[in-house]
């Protein structure tokens, strides 16, 4: 029985009181103003009763803390807050100091140094659904404990990632696997990271069933598509055995929207659609097929980085050539060289750490000019993008522009 059903039953059933109540006017119009008067209080205590349900809470003992009203700030401020409770959940288990003192340096090592766009785009999608530009400091520290579960789970996806590609460093410090003291510990570490994702999620919104359901399996049934898409990614090509036989831009599109596109941008726009109330399924599947969109031509433009992006901009080294990936340039190349320029290819790729076969490959890749291949790409996927977004109908479109401009042209 909803809220407003009960206030209503208890309206009527207090009437006959109301009625016999005496009230210093005449008894005909009397009654009329009682029915009037209880009228108003069912009226009063069912929006009352609607507006206390609708109101946005925090849990109980959320950590304090004081926003400025700089989105930046705030969203840092909220991740400080979470980090402590996430240590106060692992002390409920009196372990040794050192694990939370391991747990703090985890997370600030591994969640908070990216670009966030994920998580920024949590709170973003709750705003251009809301259409409010400012949402009060409850909603903020809700959308941003949301926001910030993706950047956790995006944390233990490069963890991990860092660990299979054989990756150096990382958002510009050394990859957490390397570290002297973490090494392959670091694969229990990424373990630990997803399971405090769902601690976060229980703290905030446990107590809100069926929102909790709905935010719940959105994280989990992407995290699964995203290890699908890394082990697709993984198994496309065996190390240092070269096969272009099985490269195609057909399997490429497979690996790129399982492995980036699902959790990079539809997880995090359809968070934020959860989180504001959006529940018709046909505004997900048109988020979705927008997102996807969108993230096949950020893995494109990862890709491209991972070649000729600056080490110091990008915070990594690539390492797509030597792992032998079906990467979006070595499917351009396959598609444009000449029989003698496929040799070299072959003989130079997936060389592992070996900077001559490298830089043959990187020369050919330059010869092809796939260069402009990719410029080319990545206006064609915006023009296309935009006209999507264009044709957006049952909800603000502004949350895909707002993901298009930040990816477009980008240099990191
Ligand atoms: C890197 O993502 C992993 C991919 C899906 C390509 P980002 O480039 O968004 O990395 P951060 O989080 O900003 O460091
Ligand atoms: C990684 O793709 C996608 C996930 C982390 C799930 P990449 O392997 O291309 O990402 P980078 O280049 O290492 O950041
Ligand atoms: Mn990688
Ligand atoms: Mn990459």
């Not at 009063?44 to 004081?66: E, G, N, W, Y």
């Not at 140094?113 to 809700?142: C, H, M, N, P, W």
């Not at 130079?348 to 410029?375: P, Q, T």
Request: glycine share 4%; aromatic share 10%.
């Amino acid at each position: 029985m909803s809220a407003a059903t009960v206030m209503l039953a208890a309206g009527v059933a207090f009437l006959p009181y109301l009625a016999k109540a005496p009230l210093p006017l005449p008894p005909p119009s009397s009654d009329v103003l009682s029915v009037l008067l209880a009228t108003l209080l069912v009226l009063v205590a069912t929006l009352i009763a609607l507006v206390l349900k609708s109101t946005p809470k925090l849990p109980p003992d959320a950590a304090p803390m004081k926003l400025t009203g700089d989105l930046m700030k705030d969203f840092m401020i909220v991740f400080e807050g979470l980090t402590k409770e996430v240590i106060a959940d692992v002390n409920q288990y009196k372990l040794p100091p050192r694990t939370a003192e391991y747990m703090k340096r985890l997370m600030e090592y591994n969640v908070p140094k990216g670009k966030l766009t994920r998580g920024l785009t949590v709170i973003q999608a709750y705003k251009s659904i809301k259409k409010a530009d400012k949402i009060s400091d409850v909603e903020f520290r809700r959308a941003a404990a949301l926001g910030w579960t993706v950047e956790w789970l995006q944390a233990q996806f490069l963890v991990m990632d860092d660990i299979m590609d054989a990756s150096e460093t990382r958002r510009g410090q050394p990859c957490w696997y390397l570290l002297p003291d973490v090494k392959l510990n670091a694969i229990n570490d990424g373990l630990l990271l997803e399971c405090q994702i769902y601690v976060i999620l229980k703290k905030y919104f446990g107590a809100e069933t069926e929102l909790y359901v709905q935010l719940f399996q959105l994280i989990q049934e992407t995290t699964h598509q995203t290890a699908l898409g890394q082990f697709l990614d993984l198994t496309t090509s065996e190390p240092h055995k070269v096969d272009f036989g099985r490269f195609s831009l057909d399997v490429y599109s497979d690996i790129v929207i399982y492995k980036t596109a699902f959790y990079s941008f539809y997880l995090p726009c359809a968070l934020g659609m959860r989180l504001a109330g959006v529940n018709d399924p046909k505004l997900y599947d048109l988020a979705k097929t927008i997102c996807i969109e969108i993230g096949h031509l950020f893995q494109v433009q990862d890709d491209y980085l991972d070649c000729y992006g600056d080490p110091d901009t990008i915070g990594k080294i690539g390492t797509d050539i030597r792992d032998n990936k079906c990467g979006w340039l070595i499917n351009r190349a396959l598609a444009k060289c000449s029989v003698e320029q496929r040799k070299e290819l072959e003989k130079n790729y997936a060389k592992g750490v070996d900077a001559s076969a490298e830089a043959k490959v990187k020369k050919i890749f330059k010869d092809l000019d796939v260069e402009s291949d990719f410029r080319a790409h990545e206006e064609a996927a915006y023009k296309k993008i935009t006209a999507m977004i264009a044709e957006v109908k049952g909800m603000p479109s502004d949350i895909f522009t707002f993901l298009l401009e930040k990816i477009y042209k980008r240099k990191k």
